[in-house]
């Protein structure tokens, strides 16, 4: 009995260890799918091999808006005849910059950067606001098609800007049924802007607010996009901000400082959405599929024999994480042009409740608790075994 109770104890002892690693090991593993592996991301840098420094690539926009100023534009003549060649080109061996900016008729960005076909992947939205298909138009521009440099770009008498000043003056504004969801977006700039600028009115307060909603937009793609901020920290991309004068034609850079310090107090938040891939059920076989820090994906494809079905986890309203304004980053601050060091950034972003996000989904956690059970039943099995045995022998 002694040799038995001897037996069990050491086999006992292997169960819990076994279960305590499987225990362990399962959350960070679950930690770890959200993110890019070594060679997920050996294989981004290999993306980029061919393509122009993110240095290089600023100065060439900023050097084609020099040339724009002086009307020297040397891109504005195409012969037809290359059309044919462009259209069977892959951009991403060509296309330098993604663009997210204004829809505004006065602001043609191949023109004010004097560029052409191939060149910019281009984004353009009133308000110049990163909701969730803009998102999915960035990751596309930066992971896809390779560019070296994200550059959200606001303009002077933004009327998207403007609306939205007049509804947080005014209160009560008469809108378009959808227009509510691009003012959201805006909103939380021009009322950190009225808080550190209080004397500023009429053109100066929309300047300001102007410059302000382009961080605003900074922040909440860096909050949303793992894979805009994975890119950056690798020096891969840079994403910059600037605002176009519609008088003189002139880009006013803003401060890369700020945005750095805006990208440095994201990677801190621990709110901050961490999954880089999509999750597709199919890879897990599960009838309910959500990214692992809780922000469920808004719908996700699966096969069906021959289909491809579209499953819906969004709940009413728009189909976009922050169409009612997900964040209020009231403490960013104002920049000037001297590039300032970054200033305090908050910490207090305020969530959209859950029946504008896309459904949380609770499922009960069956493969951890397979992962835990499993080693534990065959320890139990084996000691079963070894006592069945040992009785046998004794008789």
């Not at 061996?93 to 950067?113: G, H, N, Q, W």
Request: with cysteine; hydrophobic share 40%.
């Amino acid at each position: 009995m002694a040799v038995i109770a001897t037996v069990f104890g050491r086999m006992l002892c292997a169960g819990v260890i076994l279960v305590g690693l499987s225990a362990i090991g399962s959350p960070i593993h679950a930690q770890e799918t959200g993110l890019i592996s070594d060679s997920q991301m050996a294989e981004m840098r290999n993306r980029f091999a061919n393509k122009i420094t993110a240095d290089d690539a600023v100065r060439r926009l900023k050097g084609g808006n020099q040339q724009f100023v002086k009307q020297e534009n040397s891109t504005i003549h195409l012969d037809l005849k290359q059309l044919k060649t462009i259209s069977q080109a892959d951009q991403s061996k060509y296309a330098f910059a993604t663009i997210l900016s204004c829809s505004d008729s006065r602001v043609p960005l191949e023109l004010i950067f004097d560029q052409s076909f191939l060149d910019l992947f281009v984004i353009r939205v009133a308000g110049n606001v990163s909701g969730v298909s803009q998102l999915g138009s960035i990751e596309y521009g930066l992971a896809h098609v390779k560019t070296p440099v994200l550059l959200v770009l606001g303009h002077e008498n933004c009327g998207a800007v403007e609306a939205t000043i007049q509804a947080v003056d005014q209160g009560n504004l008469v809108l378009e049924r959808n227009i509510p969801a691009l003012i959201e977006q805006i909103k939380p700039a021009v009322e950190r802007t009225k808080k550190e600028h209080p004397n500023a009115k009429d053109h100066e307060l929309l300047d300001l607010a102007i410059a302000e909603n382009v961080y605003q937009q900074i922040a909440q793609i860096y909050y949303l996009s793992p894979v805009t901020r994975k890119l950056s920290q690798a020096g891969l991309v840079r994403v910059v901000g600037a605002v176009y004068n519609l008088r003189n034609g002139e880009i006013s850079w803003l401060s890369q400082n700020r945005i750095n310090g805006i990208l440095s107090d994201v990677l801190s938040d621990p709110d901050r959405v961490k999954d880089v891939y999509a999750i597709p059920e199919v890879q897990f076989g599960l009838s309910e599929a959500a990214p692992l820090n809780g922000y469920p994906m808004s719908h996700v494809y699966r096969r069906d024999h021959d289909r491809s079905i579209r499953e819906s986890r969004a709940g009413p309203g728009p189909d976009s994480i922050s169409a009612k304004g997900r964040f209020s980053i009231t403490g960013l601050g104002a920049a000037d042009s001297t590039d300032p060091a970054p200033l305090p950034y908050p910490k207090n972003l305020t969530k959209l409740d859950d029946s504008v996000l896309a459904i949380p989904t609770k499922t009960f956690p069956w493969q951890d608790v397979i992962i835990v059970v499993i080693p534990f039943a065959i320890v139990v099995l084996l000691v079963l075994t070894t006592l069945i045995v040992r009785r046998c022998y004794s008789k």
